[in-house]
């Protein structure tokens, strides 16, 4: 799809990070968008940036982890635009710490977000982008630890790859069935974002008692990690001009550009084709 300008955009975890760099990118582009997050607060303020520069914006609070939020938020989308042209299904929280050690209700909050929140993109959107049967595309947030694996970070590895898995499924279905629909799947390295703080927006039912967790020392290191690296990731805006080349250019994978993270990705690949033991070789910094 080269022209942006007058079309419709969707992107679910618009209130802050990637999400919100996407709306303003879109936004630069002349689109329309409709946003969606659980931080009502956060869409405001997005919202009335972009209304200010004359965007024409829609705000649905969504909890991307229900279906029927989802459901919704597609029908106020075409109620309100009639067609939408770009799906942006790229909201994800982050929770870490040893495998066996990790509560249940971080498994069911991580996969409920990344992985089910794009189940749900996927099922509430792809029909009706089908059905109105002009150039459309859909954008997957996974992340460099869909194509990957670390330890002490098996629920979010595990939803990523999902999400990689179910973007190639899609690819072969929408060329198969020979639709105009197209598809990449976004798989950013470190971005300086808060997303070493989405326990800020974890919904009711994912929450657990701490008290009655089991200890998990990794759980802290993994945090620390994490925010050390996120600070020092690069802006959001990467993000966003990679994914409007990519749907201009309808290429698929949406990959970084760092050495250390190809590096670590081809050398899971060899492991796999050559039926190694999995190495342990994560990005050195600065590679
Ligand atoms: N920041 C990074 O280094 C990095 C790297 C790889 C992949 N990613 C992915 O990028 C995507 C965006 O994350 P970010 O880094 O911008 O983080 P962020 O925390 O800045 O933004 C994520 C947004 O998602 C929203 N959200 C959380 N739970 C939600 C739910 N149930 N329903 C709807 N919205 C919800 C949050 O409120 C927030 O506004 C995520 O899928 C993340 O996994 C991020």
Request: net charge negative; charged share 25%.
């Amino acid at each position: 799809m080269q022209e942006l300008r007058e079309k419709t955009a969707v992107v679910t975890g618009a209130a802050s990070g990637i999400g919100r760099a996407l709306a303003e990118r879109f936004a630069e582009e002349g689109m329309k968008l409709v946003l969606a997050d659980v931080d009502r607060g956060g869409l405001e303020e997005v919202a009335k940036s972009l209304e200010a520069r004359g965007t024409e914006t829609l705000l649905v609070p969504t909890d991307v982890s229900r279906p029927e939020e989802v459901d919704a938020l597609a029908d106020k989308a075409f109620a309100a635009f009639e067609q939408v042209h770009v799906v942006c299904n790229n909201a994800g929280v982050f929770s870490g710490g040893n495998s066996w050690e990790t509560p249940i209700e971080d498994y069911q909050w991580v996969l409920g977000v990344n992985t089910f929140g794009v189940i749900h993109g996927i099922r509430s959107f792809v029909p009706r982008l089908i059905a109105q049967d002009c150039e459309a595309h859909v954008v997957n947030t996974a992340s460099m630890a869909g194509v990957t694996t670390m330890p002490f970070v098996a629920a979010y590895n595990m939803s990523k790859h999902a999400v990689v898995a179910l973007s190639e499924v899609l690819y072969h279905e929408l060329t198969l069935s020979q639709t105009k629909v197209g598809v990449s799947v976004l798989c950013p390295e470190a971005i300086a974002t808060r997303i070493d703080d989405a326990e800020r927006n974890r919904p009711d039912q994912y929450h657990n008692d701490p008290a009655s967790a089991a200890p998990n020392p990794a759980k802290e290191v993994v945090a620390n990690a994490l925010s050390e690296t996120v600070r020092g990731g690069l802006d959001p805006s990467v993000m966003a001009d990679r994914v409007v080349k990519a749907i201009r250019d309808r290429r698929f994978y949406i990959l970084s550009q760092e050495d250390g993270w190809r590096r670590c990705c081809n050398t899971r690949l060899d492991d796999v084709r050559e039926g190694r033991n999995p190495t342990f070789a994560p990005p050195a910094e600065g590679e």
